[in-house]
Antibody
Framework: QVQLQQSGPGLVKPSQTLSLTCVISGDSVSSNSAAWNWIRQSPSRGLEWLGRTYYRSKWSNDYGVSVKSRITINPDTSKNQFSLQLNSVTPEDTAVYYC?????????????WGQGTMVTVSS | QSVLTQPPSVSAAPGQKVTISCSGSSSNIGKNYVSWYQQLPGRAPKPLIYDNNKRPSGIPDRFSGSKSGTSATLGITGLQTGDEADYYCGTWHSSLRAVVFGGGTKLTVL
């Protein structure tokens, strides 16, 4: 049974970096058939996909247009986890952040989700 | 301003049927498969439909999906009060190389 466990601070100051980690159990971050995603949700922006990391003989990333210049998603094979870093945050980045596994069946399906982390950007 | 367009809300009586539409473009729904998610209050989204019309294990056949051109539809029959939730469509956007979602539809079972 695949599970994702998120961790990270719930409060970040403006202009600083938001950092979250998602620990994977029951699957591997190096899986050749899965991708590892970050998604956020706020009342003003709805569900917003932030990006993903995946391994297909080499590591690759895709990032959402709205955060492309500020985001990094990294895998950590030694700990079987992946992380989100979002730089230069503003109050607009206040949201519930989710990590999720996606499969391509062939369509993209976000089939396993983490529990969510409420992150508030405020001084 | 989500990439995919859904009605903000729908409602129907217990036991009835409801459909939720999801409209996109040739760059997303027109080229790719659609998935649907149910989100109960305070919970993470849960997959209901993938590849336009397939159900993950454990999802009852009261839930169905279809796609035509650049639009998709989620159908729910035999409505129950426990179906009250927010429903989201999602798909891959080929030119953006990104997952895109609808703005969500709040289902009320009267």
């Amino acid at each position: 049974q695949v599970q994702l466990q998120q961790s990270g601070p719930g409060l970040v100051k403006p202009s600083q970096t938001l950092s979250l980690t998602c620990v994977i159990s029951g699957d591997s971050v190096s899986s050749n058939s899965a991708a590892w995603n970050w998604i956020r949700q706020s009342p003003s922006r709805g569900l917003e996909w932030l990006g993903r990391t995946y391994y297909r003989s080499k590591w690759s990333n895709d990032y959402g247009v709205s955060v492309k210049s500020r985001i990094t998603i990294n895998p950590d094979t030694s700990k079987n986890q992946f992380s989100l870093q979002l730089n230069s945050v503003t109050p607009e980045d206040t949201a519930v952040y989710y990590c999720a596994r996606s499969l391509e069946n062939p369509g993209v399906l976000l089939d396993i989700w983490g529990q969510g982390t409420m992150v508030t950007v405020s001084s | 301003q989500s990439v995919l367009t859904q009605p903000p809300s729908v409602s129907a009586a217990p036991g009835q049927k409801v459909t939720i539409s999801c409209s996109g473009s040739s760059s997303n729904i027109g080229k790719n498969y659609v998935s649907w998610y149910q989100q109960l209050p305070g919970r993470a989204p849960k997959p209901l439909i993938y590849d336009n019309n397939k159900r993950p294990s454990g999802i009852p056949d009261r839930f169905s999906g279809s796609k035509s051109g650049t639009s998709a539809t989620l159908g729910i029959t035999g409505l129950q009060t426990g179906d009250e939730a927010d429903y989201y469509c999602g798909t891959w956007h080929s030119s953006l190389r990104a997952v895109v979602f609808g703005g969500g539809t709040k289902l009320t079972v009267l």
